[in-house]
């Protein structure tokens, strides 16, 4: 609808004044137009892109972009369904049903749908303002959003903590690096954020570094005789909390 059809009756002049108000675009096509449909896009970024909410004739508003496909925003109301229950069994060859005289009772939800268009943009307002604009808002007051610097800082001491446990060269600083990746039962710790764990894997009683190849081998470990055996030159044994690792 362009502003003039707004404008065209009190009600919908109220409804154009509140989306002046919140910056709501009316982005409607000529095509969704004939068909009784009307699109606005909010000033509001959710998964990258603006949001945008519908109003349809038969009786539905949806949010467009949220998810795979487009989402019903209507209330829901709850109905109960009752259907014959049968009790059946072969004769002959034959599975045979028949009513036992009860009913099984079956709770559905459906959507209440708002068949007058003025009461469905009405209804998009009060929608967009509480779950969009109040809601999105709280949640940087609740700290579930941090600020795109603070972010920024996060990642960039994380990366700098990485390069501290890559450079370690000295026998003190291995055993420092090790110790930042176990903790006190010798189980790996996992980054809190996104529940890897960084650059080193577990596995058969040795621990890889990823990053540069470095090997950390328990002494229990069935490799361990024939590196014993071998003693390079180039390797550092470890004893770290009663446990004895030779680091290639």
């Keep these: 609808m362009n502003r003039k059809e707004y404008n065209s009756d009190p009600r919908y002049a109220k409804i154009l004044e509140q989306m002046d108000l919140l910056g ?18 909010l000033p509001i970024k959710m998964y990258g892109k603006l949001i945008e909410v519908g109003s349809f004739a038969s009786g539905y508003v949806r949010r467009m972009n949220g998810g795979y496909t487009p989402y019903q925003l209507n209330k829901r109301n709850y109905y109960d369904h009752y259907y014959k229950s049968y009790d059946g069994k072969w004769i002959d060859g034959e599975y045979v049903q028949k009513w036992n005289g009860k009913y099984n009772k079956m709770t559905t939800k459906g959507c209440i749908k708002i068949l007058n268009e003025v009461e469905r943009l009405e209804y998009l307002i009060s929608y967009c303002l509480k779950n969009y604009y109040i809601k999105q808002a709280n949640m940087i007051e609740d700290g579930k959003f941090v600020p795109k610097w603070r972010f920024e800082n996060l990642i960039e001491q994380h990366k700098h903590d990485l390069e501290n446990i890559k450079s370690y060269s000295s026998t003190n600083s291995i055993k420092m690096a090790i110790e930042e990746v176990l903790d006190n039962h010798g189980n790996f710790l996992k980054c809190k954020d996104t529940d890897d764990v960084i650059n080193f894997e577990y596995s058969g009683g040795q621990i890889t570094n990823l990053e540069n190849g470095d090997v950390f081998v328990h002494e229990q470990h069935a490799y361990w005789n024939k590196w014993k055996e071998d003693s390079p030159a180039n390797s550092v044994e470890l004893i770290i909390d009663g446990h004895r690792y030779k680091v290639k």
């Design 24 to 41: 709501i675009m009316d982005v409607t096509t000529t095509r969704q137009a004939k068909n009784g449909t009307i699109i606005w896009k």
